[in-house]
C-alpha cells in the first residue's frame, strides 16, 4: 500500500485564525519543529504521537491537543494506518487572539485536553470554516472555544505549578541567556539568515557553547528552529496566493528545489500540492 498524503489548507476570513489544515497520513512523521502561533488539533481517525518539551503526549479518543507557539514539538503516527486531523492554528498576536502567551506555561504542563463538549465544538467550528459567507457563524463558535480552553488553562490540576511563559524563552523580564539571545536573532533573520560565527560574534559565546545551550533550552538546533521558522513562513505566503518560486525567495530559501525539500519534511506535501486547494476540493495525495 502506498503512503497516504492528504492535505487541505486555507486561510479563513476570520479574525484570529491565521490558517486551517486538514490532513490525512499514514508513514510520515513530523520532525521536530516550531511555530510562532497556537496549534489547536483534533484527530478523527486514528492516533498521533508526539513530544512536546521533552515529554511524550498522544491523542486518544476525544482529546484535543493544543499546542503553544515557539515550543519544539514532532509528530507521528500511532499505527501504520495513519491518521486523519483538522487544525486551527490561532495568532496570539492577534487582536481578536482567544489565547496569549501568558498561557503558554499551562499548555505545555497539559497539552492533551480529554472533554468531549470541547472536541465537539471544535469540530462544529471546523464546519464552519469550509462554508464561505459564514464567517460570523465561525467567530462565535471560535469564541466559545477560547472560553473554554482558557478555561482549561486556567485550572491548577494539583500538584504541579503551572510553569510561567518565560521558562520557555518568551520574552520574559530580563535575565535572558545566550540561548534566548541566539532565537532572538533567528527571529530577526528569518529570511536573511545568520552564520553561526556571526552570532557567537554578537552575543560573546563560543559557537559550539552556543549550540548546546541553545539545543538544552529548547530541545532544538539553532538550524532547525530557523528552518522551521521559514517554512513557517512560506505557508503564509502561499495561501495568500504567492507562487512557490516567489514564497521561496522571500521567505529565505535559495530556491524553490530548495523550498520543496524542506517543505515536504516539515508539511509533507509539496508547496505546489499545498497551495492548490480550497475548503472542499483542496486535496493532493501520493507518496
Do not use: C
Given at each position: 500500500?502506498r503512503p497516504?498524503?492528504?492535505?487541505?489548507?486555507w486561510?479563513p476570513r476570520?479574525?484570529?485564525?491565521?490558517?486551517v489544515f486538514?490532513?490525512h497520513?499514514?508513514e510520515?512523521a513530523?520532525?521536530?519543529?516550531?511555530?510562532d502561533?497556537?496549534?489547536?488539533?483534533?484527530?478523527?481517525?486514528g492516533a498521533?504521537?508526539?513530544?512536546?518539551?521533552?515529554?511524550?503526549?498522544?491523542?486518544?479518543?476525544?482529546?484535543?491537543s493544543l499546542l503553544?507557539?515557539f515550543?519544539?514539538?514532532?509528530g507521528?503516527p500511532v499505527t501504520?494506518?495513519?491518521?486523519?486531523?483538522?487544525?486551527l492554528?490561532?495568532?496570539p498576536?492577534s487582536?481578536?487572539?482567544v489565547l496569549?502567551?501568558?498561557?503558554?506555561?499551562?499548555?505545555v504542563?497539559?497539552?492533551?485536553?480529554?472533554?468531549p463538549l470541547?472536541?465537539?465544538?471544535?469540530?462544529?467550528l471546523?464546519?464552519a470554516?469550509?462554508?464561505?459567507g459564514d464567517e460570523?457563524?465561525a467567530?462565535?463558535r471560535?469564541a466559545l472555544?477560547?472560553?473554554?480552553?482558557?478555561?482549561?488553562?486556567?485550572r491548577n490540576?494539583?500538584?504541579?505549578?503551572?510553569?510561567?511563559a518565560?521558562?520557555?524563552?518568551l520574552r520574559?523580564?530580563?535575565g535572558?541567556?545566550?540561548?534566548?539571545r541566539?532565537r532572538?536573532l533567528?527571529?530577526?533573520?528569518?529570511?536573511d539568515?545568520?552564520?553561526?560565527?556571526?552570532?557567537?560574534?554578537?552575543?560573546?559565546?563560543?559557537?559550539a557553547h552556543l549550540?548546546r545551550a541553545?539545543?538544552a533550552a529548547?530541545?532544538?538546533?539553532?538550524?532547525?528552529?530557523?528552518?522551521?521558522?521559514?517554512?513557517?513562513r512560506?505557508?503564509?505566503l502561499?495561501?495568500?496566493?504567492?507562487r512557490?518560486s516567489?514564497?521561496?525567495a522571500v521567505?529565505g530559501f535559495?530556491d524553490?528545489?530548495?523550498?520543496?525539500?524542506?517543505?515536504?519534511r516539515?508539511?509533507?506535501?509539496?508547496?505546489?500540492?499545498?497551495?492548490?486547494?480550497?475548503p472542499?476540493?483542496?486535496?493532493a495525495?501520493g507518496?
Amino acid at each position: 500500500m502506498r503512503p497516504q498524503r492528504e492535505v487541505s489548507a486555507w486561510r479563513p476570513r476570520v479574525p484570529g485564525i491565521v490558517e486551517v489544515f486538514h490532513a490525512h497520513y499514514t508513514e510520515y512523521a513530523y520532525p521536530m519543529h516550531v511555530h510562532d502561533v497556537w496549534t489547536l488539533l483534533i484527530v478523527d481517525d486514528g492516533a498521533v504521537r508526539y513530544e512536546l518539551d521533552r515529554h511524550e503526549h498522544g491523542t486518544p479518543d476525544d482529546t484535543v491537543s493544543l499546542l503553544p507557539p515557539f515550543v519544539p514539538h514532532n509528530g507521528e503516527p500511532v499505527t501504520d494506518a495513519g491518521f486523519r486531523k483538522r487544525v486551527l492554528y490561532l495568532d496570539p498576536a492577534s487582536s481578536a487572539s482567544v489565547l496569549d502567551e501568558s498561557l503558554i506555561g499551562a499548555a505545555v504542563d497539559g497539552p492533551d485536553l480529554r472533554d468531549p463538549l470541547l472536541r465537539r465544538r471544535v469540530a462544529e467550528l471546523h464546519t464552519a470554516l469550509a462554508r464561505p459567507g459564514d464567517e460570523l457563524e465561525a467567530e462565535s463558535r471560535l469564541a466559545l472555544v477560547g472560553e473554554r480552553l482558557r478555561g482549561h488553562l486556567g485550572r491548577n490540576p494539583g500538584r504541579n505549578p503551572r510553569r510561567p511563559a518565560a521558562d520557555f524563552g518568551l520574552r520574559g523580564p530580563g535575565g535572558r541567556t545566550v540561548a534566548h539571545r541566539l532565537r532572538e536573532l533567528l527571529d530577526e533573520r528569518v529570511a536573511d539568515g545568520i552564520t553561526l560565527e556571526e552570532a557567537a560574534g554578537t552575543v560573546q559565546a563560543h559557537p559550539a557553547h552556543l549550540v548546546r545551550a541553545f539545543g538544552a533550552a529548547f530541545g532544538i538546533a539553532p538550524h532547525q528552529y530557523l528552518m522551521s521558522r521559514r517554512v513557517e513562513r512560506a505557508r503564509r505566503l502561499l495561501l495568500e496566493g504567492m507562487r512557490p518560486s516567489e514564497a521561496a525567495a522571500v521567505a529565505g530559501f535559495y530556491d524553490q528545489a530548495h523550498l520543496t525539500r524542506h517543505f515536504r519534511r516539515w508539511v509533507g506535501v509539496t508547496p505546489g500540492r499545498y497551495r492548490g486547494g480550497s475548503p472542499t476540493s483542496r486535496h493532493a495525495s501520493g507518496g
